[in-house]
């Protein structure tokens, strides 16, 4: 590891994220949802979506009024096997456990269950989400739309989030099946870690205003703020490579996070208003859980399933390629290393985590940084 980098332990981690987000006025048990998240996307080597988005997203868009610290969940429709909920701009990872667990407990009664939410804020890693359906035996699938940042091909303006579209599904090995992924070819918190160690991020990740692929990190990050950067949809730049259908998928997440729940989307999530101030995002997403003893045996569901993967894996190999992965392997191969070693967290996160421990108070908290 490098000499930018110290590991914290896991436990030390989500303790002072816990702290930071009650600090904010989030309540202790919503405080332990987020920390939860978060923590996840660390030990799975996420490094995108755990420590490093606890400032720049969640602390500094509550300290500027345009997220709550405090969760009302309006149900606005309730069905059988379906609801619809109003998150009221409240914390994304508490909407989200919620709205999971919904999602879970009809489809243990019915089979299968769905969960539209609309006024939410970022959610953290949608992964967490269709784990805790695999914790219950069951397929997961979630989906949110965002901020717009991917062009649609053939364009050049920033439209759609990077919308991932997520599946979650048990197996009978020590992981489960777990795709979770931008519908572009890379998402802004990636850009942002090449940021932090400051390298150009890779051609074909971004395009400019005249369509033309930009790779100036820090710049990029401004532009894409301001509309004259935008994300290349999954596939690419153009159809020739499959960009279309990066766009197509992104575009049914962005309908399925909104249309349904009566939501936000597109330009209206840019966070700011027609004067330039800042606002709520008004995020919506979607979560679905499937009862697999519905359909058959879930033990010959596992089965079924990891003998899949275990193919794929044992397949033949490219020259030069020793091994061939399945979605959430390496995340598994991840936590198998950091469990001993805990978070890697480079300079700059030092700094971000010195400055809320000053701002809220958080003096008994000392760092192998300090």
């Known amino acids: 590891m490098s000499d930018n980098f110290v590991s914290i332990p896991f436990k030390l981690m989500e303790e002072f994220m816990i702290d930071v987000f009650k600090g904010l006025g989030v309540p202790e048990e919503d405080a332990r949802i987020c920390a ?29 009024g345009i997220q709550l610290p405090i969760t009302a969940i309006d149900i606005i429709r309730d069905g059988p096997t379906t609801a619809v909920v109003d998150g009221n701009n409240g914390m994304g990872h508490v909407i989200g456990y919620r709205c999971m667990q919904m999602a879970i407990d009809k489809a243990q009664t019915y089979g299968m269950g769905m969960v539209a939410a609309r006024n939410s804020t970022h959610y953290g890693i949608a992964g967490y989400y269709t784990l ?18 991917i062009a649609p091909t053939f364009g050049v303006e920033n439209m759609l989030g ?5 599946i979650g599904i048990p197996s009978d090995e020590a992981f489960p ?10 998402q802004r918190g990636k850009i942002e870690v090449y940021e932090r160690i400051n ?33 290349t949809p999954l596939g690419g730049i153009g159809e020739e490579q499959g960009g279309h259908k990066g766009y197509g998928y992104a575009t049914a997440v962005e309908i399925l996070s909104a249309a349904l729940q009566g939501g936000a989307f597109l330009k209206a999530l840019t966070g700011v208003d027609e004067h330039g101030n800042k606002q709520p995002y008004r995020l919506g997403h979607f979560f679905i859980a499937i009862d ?52 890697p967290v480079n300079i700059p996160l030092q700094n971000d985590m010195k400055i809320m421990r000053e701002e809220l108070g958080l003096y008994q908290y000392c760092f192998p940084f300090d």
């Open 36 to 64: 939860d998240v978060l923590i996840t996307a660390d030990k799975r080597g996420i490094d995108s979506h755990g420590i490093g988005r606890l400032k720049p997203i969640y602390y500094d868009r509550i300290k500027a």
């Open 132 to 149: 805790m359906a695999i914790e219950k035996n069951m397929i997961g699938i979630t989906g949110t739309n965002a901020r717009p940042s």
């Open 162 to 166: 990077t919308n991932p579209l997520t």
């Open 177 to 186: 099946f777990v795709i979770d992924c931008a519908t572009s070819v890379s």
């Open 199 to 231: 390298q150009e991020i890779p051609p074909g990740w971004v395009i400019d205003a005249d369509g033309m692929t930009r790779t100036d990190t820090a710049q990029i990050l401004k532009d894409l703020v301001a509309g004259t950067a935008a994300l």
């Open 292 to 343: 697999i003893n519905s359909f058959i045996d879930v033990e010959k569901f596992k089965t079924t399933s990891g003998e899949i993967l275990r193919q794929l894996r044992n397949s033949r190999k490219a020259p030069g390629h020793n091994r061939i992965f399945t979605a959430g392997e390496k995340e598994y191969d991840a936590w198998l290393e950091r469990q001993h070693t805990g978070v």
